[in-house]
């Protein structure tokens, strides 16, 4: 009778942790990362992460209605998987449909793009962008890329692909150089409530009747007095309440590529950030000639640059992830540069994510790439690495804010 009883009990037992086991989602881990590095570091003055804190507890209690965050990298933020994962757990908060997104026509300037939008055009034309000699011209701005065509005619647009953070927008600030010797329209079957060219602000806005997906664009010279269309990117907005998360990302962009952006900081204040996220220093790293004492200067002029137009902007600070030198020598450069970033943390009242230690340290990279979270180069990560990412930083950015946060 007891041996019955008990082989009742263990079924019920074991089927119960059967059923949560089915109901709950699996969360793989990994032995290589440090889970426990996961949270943000603060200055001992903190008053502007705390800040940017409140400004969320705002948007969630309806008293504002948006939250502006601008993401600064190079390959690693272009690739857009990082930016992705960031986007969906900030909208996430409140279950927002709105705030916007920063998209940049990468397609258009022949360079890889985020999954979550596609830009097209039936024209040609050549890319510019701050990370090389070769491509960089004095007048690109806070995204460090512009595309630039001379065509007679020509169409171009973007469209927002199935996501689940940004999936409608109602109007577009469309990002140029107002050269008089071009002019664009929107396509006709596209209805418009009203345009606006704010020549001072750099930008093209369009709202329109209703919520859309995707604008199209018809461009054409008129005349040849001035060559070359400049195009720096849309900004997508939606009325609704929500994060509006701008993804600047360079491939090959490193701490000192937006200093040489002379509209930077015309453009950023057309923004006016509430957060700024710095993840540079990859390929800082990368060039025998780094130094630690450069990397500070350059985030100092980072930094400044971004204060002079939005002052109480609070700065979330990465440091930089294990890599490899040409696929082969393991690096030690990002440890000089994650000591610089505690240094720039109580300089600049920043707050910063160890991403170096998160992931494992040196030559952690190679224990990421075995088992399929990061590219042979052992630089990049696989779209699952970038994942990863972007749901840890989310992770340590929430669990800070809840602890400061006055709503429960």
């Known amino acids: 009778m007891h041996s019955k009883i008990f082989k009742i009990v263990c079924f019920f037992f074991f089927s119960t942790i059967a059923f949560y086991a089915q109901q709950a989602p699996a969360v793989k881990t990994y032995s290589f990362i440090n889970y426990e590095e996961n949270y943000l570091r603060h200055s001992k003055d903190s008053s502007l992460t705390l800040n940017f804190y409140k400004k969320v507890d705002e948007l969630r209690s309806g008293k504002r209605n948006r939250v502006v965050i601008a993401h600064y990298g190079g390959s690693h933020i272009q690739a857009g998987n990082w930016g992705d994962k960031l986007m969906l757990?900030?909208?996430?908060?409140?279950?927002?449909?709105?705030?916007?997104?920063?998209a940049f026509p990468y397609k258009i300037a022949k360079t890889n793009s985020p999954h979550f939008f596609k830009s097209y055009t039936d024209g040609k034309w050549k890319r510019f962008r701050c990370a090389t000699y070769k491509e960089m011209c004095v007048n690109l701005g806070m995204a460090g890329i512009a595309a630039v065509t001379n065509d007679s005619a020509n169409t171009f647009g973007v469209e927002l692909n199935k996501n689940k953070h940004?999936?409608?927008?109602?109007?577009?600030?469309?990002?140029?150089?107002?050269?008089?010797s071009f002019d664009f329209v929107?396509?006709?079957?596209?209805?418009?409530?009203?345009?606006?060219?704010?020549?001072?602000?750099?930008?093209?806005?369009?709202?329109f009747d209703d919520y859309i997906d995707s604008v199209n664009f018809i461009l054409w010279r008129k005349d040849t007095l001035k060559k070359d269309f400049m195009l720096y990117g849309f900004s997508l907005e939606n009325s609704k309440p929500g994060f509006y998360y701008a993804s600047f990302g360079v491939n090959g962009a490193a701490s000192d590529s937006y200093l040489k952006c002379n509209l930077f900081s015309d453009q950023l204040s057309t923004i006016k950030p509430d957060l700024v996220i710095f993840s540079l220093g990859?390929?800082?790293?990368?060039?025998?000639?780094?130094?630690?004492?450069?990397?500070?200067?350059?985030?100092?002029?980072?930094?400044?640059a971004v204060r002079a137009v939005s002052p109480d902007c609070a700065?979330?600070?990465?440091?930089?992830?294990?890599?490899?030198?040409?696929?082969?020598?393991?690096?030690?450069?990002?440890?000089?540069?994650?000591d610089a970033m505690f240094e720039l943390m109580e300089k600049h009242k920043a707050s910063v994510w160890d991403l170096y230690a998160v992931m494992g340290g040196y030559k952690s990279i190679y224990k990421w790439y075995r088992v399929g979270l990061?590219?042979?180069?052992?630089?990049?990560?696989?779209?699952?690495?970038?994942?990863?990412?972007?749901?840890?930083?989310?992770?340590?950015?929430?669990?800070?804010y809840k602890a400061n946060s006055k709503l429960k």
Request: proline content about 2%; overall charge positive; some cysteine.
């Open 374 to 400: 990061a590219s042979k180069d052992k630089v990049h990560f696989s779209p699952k690495g970038y994942q990863i990412l972007g749901q840890m930083m989310f992770d340590a950015i929430d669990k800070s």
């Open 166 to 180: 940004h999936e409608k927008f109602n109007s577009i600030k469309v990002y140029h150089n107002f050269n008089e």
């Open 186 to 207: 929107l396509a006709p079957h596209i209805s418009v409530c009203s345009r606006v060219d704010s020549v001072e602000k750099g930008f093209t806005k369009f709202v």
């Open 315 to 338: 700065i979330l600070l990465t440091t930089t992830s294990d890599n490899y030198i040409r696929r082969k020598t393991a690096n030690k450069r990002p440890i000089k540069a994650q």
């Open 282 to 304: 990859v390929n800082d790293t990368q060039g025998k000639d780094f130094t630690k004492e450069d990397y500070i200067e350059n985030y100092d002029s980072l930094i400044a």
């Open 89 to 102: 757990n900030f909208q996430g908060m409140g279950n927002f449909e709105g705030g916007g997104l920063w």
